[in-house]
């Protein structure tokens, strides 16, 4: 079992920044896969960004490359997304993700809104 809680989200006008946190807990963070994903008013749950276990491979949505970092802290059990250039389609509910390779278990958090507005 994981435990996820994410932290971080608010209100940013379009251009700035915001930096979003999952803490993770009840298992060793390193053997998972780290994503965070989102979800927009009326739209699917969508893929953000992923972190390898250990080698800190990332993968990015397109919509996302070059403004959006994923990076991890496995000796403090987190997973961090560095979002910047926010634009108002970013506005979404993100939410944090675990999975480990081989496993079926899929662990989500609460999920935290990010809203982009002027």
């Known amino acids: 079992q994981v435990q996820l809680v994410e932290s971080g989200g608010g209100l940013v006008q379009p251009g700035g920044s915001l930096k979003l946190s999952c803490a993770a807990s009840g298992s060793t963070f390193s053997n998972y896969v780290m994503s965070w994903y989102r979800q927009a008013p009326g739209k699917e749950r969508e893929l953000v960004a992923t972190?390898?276990?250990?080698?800190?491979?990332?993968n990015y949505a397109d919509s996302v490359k070059g403004r959006f970092t994923i990076s991890r802290d496995n000796a403090k059990n987190s997973v961090y997304l560095q979002m910047s250039s926010l634009k108002p389609d970013d506005t979404a509910v993100y939410y944090c993700?675990?999975?480990?390779?081989?496993?079926?278990?899929?662990?989500w958090g609460q999920g935290t809104q990010v809203t982009v507005s002027s």
């Open positions: 993700n675990a999975r480990r390779s081989g496993y079926s278990a899929i662990y």
């Open positions: 972190i390898s276990s250990l080698t800190g491979i990332t």
